[in-house]
């Protein structure tokens, strides 16, 4: 017998999700990005705090990013002077990623706004559970 919309884990998470995406999309619209212009953003400046210069494969792969997409969403973060592509000096067909000044300064705005969306939205589940859980689902590799 079929489970009904309110007994279904994925319709739930469906709609928990999208729910989600929309707090997020509304919060990151006043500082000019989507929610994939900021997840790769993000990436990108956090990995460049540790030393490394992603190219985009690495960085499409961290943010759990389609390749060519990220290609496309990269030159238009390019284009808005927030990320920077270089010639990979060992592979000059590969360029790696920095993050300009404008990038550094709007990353941690854009990270706050989104964790600030984070604490609403998860607010009535510990935050241990709710990492423990999606981390479970997601099959997200820790570093």
């Known amino acids: 017998m079929a489970l009904g919309p309110g007994e279904s884990p994925g319709f739930l998470l469906w709609h928990a999700t999208l729910r989600w995406q929309r707090d997020v999309a509304a919060a990151l619209a006043p500082l000019g990005l989507t929610h994939v212009q900021f997840v790769l953003l993000a990436c990108t ?70 964790e600030s969306v984070d604490t609403r939205f998860f607010e009535p589940v510990a935050v ?10 997601a099959r997200v590799e820790e570093d």
Do not use: C
């Open 128 to 137: 241990g559970e709710a990492v423990a859980l999606l981390a479970r689902l």
């Open 45 to 114: 400046w956090w990995l460049n705090g540790r030393g490394e210069h992603p190219n985009q494969q690495t960085l499409a792969r961290r943010a759990g990013t389609d390749v060519k997409m990220t290609s496309q969403v990269v030159r238009a973060l390019e284009t808005k002077g927030l990320i920077e592509r270089e010639t990979d000096p060992t592979d000059t067909r590969a360029k790696r990623l920095r993050v300009t000044e404008a990038g550094a300064g709007l990353a941690p705005r854009a990270v706050e706004s989104v």
